[in-house]
């Protein structure tokens, strides 16, 4: 009887991420064909921007929940995946202002990031 209990849930949760996937993808492909159309435009976005600021917020939720867990978690550092999360962020965040800069000098600067 175990065995079905176990076997549902991979079930589910494999049609949870199937359906998740193809909503996505139908999704992308429809915005595809109305961009080759010209119904609406393609935004031009520097990319970094969300994902560093993601990754920077992340990884400052995580160096402050391990900070007050560190006498619970004495074999793992309490750093480790905020501060993981806190330096990719941070190189994230970098680019985009790296980007920026460049765009600025070009004379190509595009516009800012759109979430």
């Known amino acids: 009887m175990e065995y079905m209990f176990f076997l549902i849930s991979v079930i589910t949760i494999f049609g949870g991420f199937s359906v998740a996937i193809l909503a996505i993808v139908s999704d992308h492909k429809q915005k595809m064909l109305l961009i080759e159309k010209g119904l609406i435009e393609q935004k031009k976005t520097l990319p970094g921007l969300r994902s560093g600021l993601l990754f920077s917020f992340l ?4 160096l402050l929940v391990f900070w007050e867990w560190r006498s619970m978690l004495g074999t793992i550092p309490w750093y480790s995946v905020g501060g993981i999360l806190m330096a990719f962020g941070l190189a ?10 460049e765009g600025r000098k070009s004379g190509k600067e595009r516009p800012a990031s759109t979430f």
């Open 59 to 62: 990884g400052t939720v995580f």
């Open 92 to 101: 994230q965040l970098g680019y985009f202002i790296v980007l920026k800069r």
